[in-house]
């Protein structure tokens, strides 16, 4: 009887020992992009010539668990909207110029090696000669406002790819040149 019981208690102890980590396997869930650059609700400023902004991956586990995975992400990148044109007296009546049924003057040039590369560790830099960023016009004076009261005339919306998952989209203003504003620059820094 005790050699009984004691067997059948062995038998419930391991029983509960596999039953505990049975089907519990971790797994990816998502991934978080982010930068650890200046930014205006979500989007994020690439500032000046061969400016910088440090891209980073995080894959998000089951068990809470996060990684980061920048290193072994892969980039997708799309231009939207348009650079700033250079005249402060026809941008503020159409941020693209033409961009009805015909094609913008000013459209975004595409992602690559000569506009905002991203390298494999997730180092994004501004080459380009570009402004995306508008300061809004100061109602009481007709002028560019003073502080600046910025506004994207476009971005690149950057995605990280890692074992099948996408992330979340950023989007990032490009502050090469200088814009509108009388304070100079281009875009929050």
Partial sequence: MKRTSLLLALIVAALALLSTSCGTSDYLQSLTLSSQGSTSGGFYNLAG???????KVTANYHSGKT??????????VTPNGCAYSGDPVAWPTALC??????????????????TVPISPT????????????????DQSTGMPANPPEWVYTGWYQVTASYKGFTSQPVGIGVGVTTSNSPTGGCGPS
């Avoid at 010539?49 to 891209?55: A, I, M, R, S």
């Avoid at 110029?97 to 000569?114: D, S």
């Avoid at 997730?122 to 016009?137: I, K, Q, S």
């Fill in 49 to 55: 010539l061969d400016g910088t902004l440090q891209l």
């Fill in 122 to 137: 997730g180092l994004m830099t501004g080459v380009a000669n570009l402004c995306t960023w508008y300061d809004l016009t």
């Fill in 67 to 76: 990684i980061d995975v920048t290193n072994a992400s892969t980039w997708s």
């Fill in 97 to 114: 110029p033409g961009a009805v049924g015909a094609q913008p003057p000013n459209l975004l040039p595409a992602y690559g090696p000569t």
